[in-house]
């Protein structure tokens, strides 16, 4: 694997089963259990994978926000709002090719963002 590659991701809840099924169902992240008997995920390309951690506060704010690319922000915004979590910053045009991006909350109050190419 190339250095500096992102390629973990812990992300903070209070119910691990609640989000693991948001994020399966948001994102199509492929669930497992790892070795040492915790959830964890890869996601939709296998490249980087993460797990959820008790006892750390959610991310409600900004501070390094990580971006999910995706076919269709608003059709995952959908998804997001079906899945039991909320938009904070709806659909926003970054030029008139169709870049956009947008920021939703997810169940446990974590603040992620959502990115469309062209």
Do not use: H
């Not at 296998?46 to 409600?60: E, I, K, N, Q, Y």
């Not at 501070?63 to 915004?77: C, N």
């Amino acid at each position: 694997m190339p250095a500096g590659k992102i390629c973990y991701l812990e992300i903070p809840t209070d119910n691990v089963e609640v989000s693991a099924n948001f994020y399966a169902q948001v994102f199509d992240w492929k669930i497992r259990v790892r070795g040492d008997g915790e959830r964890a995920f890869d996601d939709a390309t296998g490249t980087v994978s993460g797990a959820w951690v008790l006892g750390r506060p959610p991310a409600r704010e900004p501070g390094m926000l990580v971006y999910v690319m995706v076919e269709s922000i608003d059709a995952t915004l959908s998804t997001v709002s079906k899945a039991g979590g909320q938009t904070v910053t709806p659909r926003t045009e970054l030029d008139p090719s169709g870049q956009a991006f947008a920021t939703f909350r997810d169940p446990s109050g974590n603040v992620v963002g959502l990115y469309q190419d062209r």
